[in-house]
């Protein structure tokens, strides 16, 4: 059972749940356009606020932008109110730093529920200037962090004010406040739960986070934390088209639009060499403990493919960055190189692919045993 340390949270979430369920079926008689619309704007304002700002501009400096940029995301943030965007990112850091450990705040490890919300209750922050002396040296963030409460109350209640002019003030406050209060928490800390126990893991299997389409779309993007985890500053998570990324979406468009500049993005070959190198440690290594004759098969092809796999993507970006500054009458012939080679490195991902597979089924299939 999750200790309560922290009662003044406890009392908050604790009440504005109740609050939802008692009123619950006077409100359902007040369900309107617009009380659905004043929720959906504001759901998706703090929600984008949340996962484009607190999280991948300053937890994980994935891109940088100009200040009225900055304050957009400062001010809308306190519609989800999960507390300034310098303790928000102080905690994310730790996460990430300590993941699935003890030191992990919100660690999986320590069960579901703990993980999604009953460690507000019981986290001790112990504050370490050294995590965020960018964000301390930053005067925007520092502001908010003063007066953030100050601030939280002027924004909702600003939206609550908007929201009698359409609907009771019942109704704006129940749909447009703390209806929208609570989905923001909770999308949010399924990402520190649901994201850490149901999903595929594409990109790093020693990682409990996993990719969950699902999740990304009530996120915002946030869902592909598998990848997340693996390459944490990429300014995106969903990396492939049909990936549901609203959060990339806008700083890709806030990028055009001179809001945010220097977005990083970790290429294709890059992932791909990384995700064998970290496959071949993990399975080849088990593999090789094992006795049976196909176990150590299976490592040996691992071994050999993922050797030709680094030499191919290396020659590959070596060509490419020759290719950057070749004289004209070189550009055609190191083009078709790069179109062979990518080919090339596209089969040997798909052998890849499929190799390891098998492998995992195999190694599964004898400890079943």
Known sequence: MTRIRNWDTFAFIAGYHLF???????????????????????????GLSITAGYHR?????????????????????????????????HDHRIHHNHVDTEADPYSIKKGFWYAHVGWLFDYKRDFQKDLVKDLLANPRVVFQDRHYLLLSVLVNAAVFGVGCLFMSPF??????????IAAIHHCTWFINSLAHTIGSKTYARELSAVDNAVLAFLTFGEGYHNYHHAFAA????????????PTKWLIWTASKLGFASKLKSIQTIRVQKALVEKDRRLLVEHLREEIDELAHEFANRLEELSLRFDALSSKLMATMRELKNAEADRRRELKREVRRLREDLQQHWREWVRLTRQATRQYQLDHAH
Do not use: C
């Open 57 to 89: 501009l300053y937890s994980h400096k994935a891109y940088e932008a100009n200040p009225v940029f900055e304050w957009a995301i400062l001010l809308s943030s306190t519609l989800a109110l999960q507390w300034s965007a310098l303790i928000w990112s």
């Open 234 to 245: 990429d300014y995106r998570n969903g990396v492939r088209w049909y990936h549901f990324d």
């Open 20 to 46: 939802l369920v008692v009123f619950a079926l006077t409100a359902w008689t007040m369900v309107s356009w617009p009380a659905g619309t004043l929720f959906l704007l504001t759901f998706i304002a703090g």
């Open 171 to 180: 109704a704006s406050f129940y749909f447009g406040v703390v209806l929208r």
